[in-house]
Structures are given as structure tokens and as C-alpha cells.
């Protein structure tokens, strides 16, 4: 059996079979959110739920699917601390960042979203800071 490898502008490459989906897994060519098209019957499935294909980080699960680790809880936690540093302490969106490059490393398509998100909090904490400080002390530049 072969398959098409759908990347997320459109583009498709192949037809493989599953030994070289293997490999270009390990080469970092397949993120575990890619479609993978059935080059006969075009049926698509994301490459994670393929029976067979294997993820770093993934181990089979019960039924040998594998069950791989496709960085929605990083997503998640990105955006919690980018907005938890936004309203609290920007140090604390530098950790979103962290969750952000994480995601984006184990292929999850809203990584960069996350990342900008996280990058832009930071900014904006230090630029309502200095606002804050400006406002509370009017006089302070006067000096």
C-alpha cells in the first residue's frame, strides 16, 4: 500500500510506502498533523492515527495505534502563561514562549500562532508597565 503525504499549504509528495513514511518521520519531513492520502482510494487520515507509523516520543497503545504526543497541551499552556504574564508579570509569558517552541517542534499547525501570541504578550506587559509607572509618577522625568 502507498501513500501521498499532504502538507498543510496543499502540496502532497509521494507515493510511499510505509517503511519510507518511517523514514521521513525520522528525517523531520512528517509532522504527526500532516494528511496522509491513501494514493488508491484517496482516503486521508492525520499521519498520527496511521496504524503503523510511529512518532519520536510515541510508544503503541492499546489496539497498535500509536498514541503520539502532538503538542496540544504545550498549545494550551502557551496561551495560558501568555495571558497569565500579560496580566500579571511578563517574565511569566516567557514560559509561554517555552510551551510555544515546544509545540512547534513536535509539528502541532497552531505553534507559531502560540509563539506570536506569547512574544506579543510580553511586549505589551512591558509597554502597560512603563505606562503604569509613567502615570503614577508624572513628575518623575521632571526632575
Known sequence: ???????PNGQRFGPADLMTLQQWVHEGRVHPHYLIQDS???A??????LPGLM????SPSWGGYASADDG?????NAYLFSVLGFLCCGLISF????????AREKG?????LALAVAIISFFANVALSAMIQRAMNPLQGLR
Open 55 to 58: 512518532f519520536p516520543g510515541s
Open 40 to 42: 488508491i482510494t484517496g
Open 44 to 49: 486521508r487520515v492525520e499521519a498520527r492515527l
Open 95 to 102: 514560559v509561554g514562549i517555552v510551551f510555544a517552541i515546544k
Open 72 to 76: 496540544s497541551g504545550d498549545i494550551r
Open 1 to 7: 500500500m502507498t501513500y501521498f503525504v499532504v502538507l
Open 108 to 112: 502541532h499547525p497552531q505553534a507559531n
